[in-house]
């Protein structure tokens, strides 16, 4: 499972978001959560507090300065090299264009706004609501690894405690991950 780790633009400390998508992601596997920028102590220790097997951290300017296109760069280099089950993305303006893109990068299918998640023999079952929450319905990606915006006020994040192994990727983008500047 890769969760994309959302930071706060002053002081880049954790967001509650990514405990809550931790907290979905321990019931598909161990999570794997991608850091983009400096690994702090207090940031590591907080995605280990919440099940986070491994963190992979990269540093490059790019990611501040295109953060959808090389986000998704980095996510799509992530799922070749580790084979996730799913890619979890906090759904808010940013997620959502990072979890488009990557899924149209891997040709892989979409679900937006979950609420849930449970694995089963098929693969992921996402849970969303419908008819402003009126019902809930299932839905299940058919091809390629799934990509989940997930609605991280849905979720309560639980602790899960483990000492996570912290692994530095070293990642070139290419010239058209610069297209549009922020």
Not at 4 to 24: E, I, K, N, W, Y
Not at 138 to 152: D, K, L, M, Y
Request: positive net charge; proline residues 8%; glycine residues 10%.
């Amino acid at each position: 499972m890769l969760v994309l780790v959302d930071r706060t633009a002053t002081g880049g400390t954790v967001c509650r978001s990514t405990c809550a998508l931790l907290t979905l992601a321990r019931r598909l596997g161990p999570p794997l959560a991608v850091l983009c920028g400096p690994p702090g102590a207090a940031s590591v220790a907080l995605l280990g507090r919440y099940g986070a097997t491994t963190v992979t951290t990269t540093a490059r300017p790019e990611l501040d300065e295109y953060p959808a296109a090389a986000r998704v760069e980095l996510l799509s280099h992530l799922v070749r090299r580790t084979a996730p089950a799913a890619v979890l993305v906090a759904s808010h303006r940013l997620g959502q264009e990072i979890a488009a893109r990557l899924a149209a990068r891997l040709g892989s299918g979409l679900v937006s706004d979950v609420v849930d998640l449970r694995g089963d023999a098929d693969g992921p079952v996402a849970v969303q609501p419908a008819l402003l929450g009126t019902y809930r319905v299932e839905s299940r990606v058919t091809g390629g690894v799934p990509v989940f915006t997930v609605r991280a006020d849905a979720v309560e994040p639980v602790a899960a405690p483990v000492e996570p192994d912290v692994q530095r990727v070293e990642i070139g983008f290419p010239p058209g991950v610069r297209a549009v500047r922020r």
